[in-house]
């Protein structure tokens, strides 16, 4: 257990709906980072937040969109979703803004029909 | 920019054989380097990182890799696999300790 909460594990929702994952990073740490697994694409960087604000962004859609909230916990929110949005999103959680070691989560699965 | 090469997206090994997953990268800068695991509808765990101290580092579950900086290379080895160690493996790159680059993946399955 890594200690970095994701909620929900699974989603299945439909083209053009909007939907929003939820990262606890783990106790203590300020960064959090967001990744997308597809089989076409593999595991991409989406954004990074560190204490609130954004720090990095990485190949996000214009339709995706982040936030770090005061307590640091994150919220990814995906629009207009299409069928290629299919893929398992990870969050992860560093201590400091550029830290070594990242913590990932279980992952939440998306699947849009 | 950067960016990481895994030779092999599946590899086959039998039960106590070595296990060699190649990596090679590509950084203009002092890179940092890391092997992650991710087993079956799991995140991903950290095995090693190299953040330029020692060149051969050891990890988890009896993994280690050396980074080679003329080859550009981080390959992962275990002298002796286990059933367990059947898993995807991911070679990834930083250039501060930020953001991580992914190569795309070494299946490995170990054959009783």
């Known amino acids: 257990d890594s200690g970095v909460t994701q909620t929900p594990k699974h989603l299945i929702t439909a083209t053009g709906q909007r939907v929003t994952l939820r990262c606890s990073p783990r106790?203590?740490?300020?960064?959090v980072y967001w990744y997308q697994q597809s089989l076409d694409q593999g595991l991409q960087f989406l954004i990074q937040?560190?204490?609130?604000?954004?720090?990095a962004k990485g190949n996000i859609l214009e339709r995706f969109s982040a936030q770090q909230f005061p307590d640091l916990h994150s919220e990814l929110n995906l629009s207009s979703l299409e069928l290629g949005d299919s893929a398992l999103y990870f969050c992860?959680?560093?201590?400091?803004?550029?830290?070594?070691?990242?913590?990932f989560g279980p992952g939440t699965r998306l699947t849009v029909t | 920019a950067q960016s990481v090469t895994q030779l092999g997206s599946h590899v086959s090994v039998s039960e106590g054989a070595l296990v060699l997953l190649r990596c090679n990268y590509s950084?203009?800068?002092?890179?940092?380097l890391f092997w992650y695991v991710q087993y079956p509808n799991q995140g991903l765990q950290l095995l090693l990182k190299?953040?330029?101290?020692?060149?051969l580092v050891k990890g988890i579950n009896g993994f280690e890799a050396e980074f080679k900086k003329s080859e550009t290379s981080f390959h992962l080895t275990k002298p002796s696999a286990h059933m367990s160690d059947a898993a995807e493996y991911f070679c990834?790159?930083?250039?501060?300790?930020?953001?991580?680059?992914f190569g795309q993946g070494t299946e490995l399955s170990v054959k009783p």
């Open positions: 992860a959680s560093s201590e400091g803004q550029l830290t070594y070691e990242q913590y």
């Open positions: 106790s203590g740490d300020l960064s």
């Open positions: 937040y560190y204490n609130g604000e954004e720090r």
């Open positions: 950084s203009s800068v002092p890179p940092y």
């Open positions: 190299y953040t330029s101290a020692a060149t």
């Open positions: 990834a790159v930083s250039d501060k300790g930020g953001k991580l680059i």
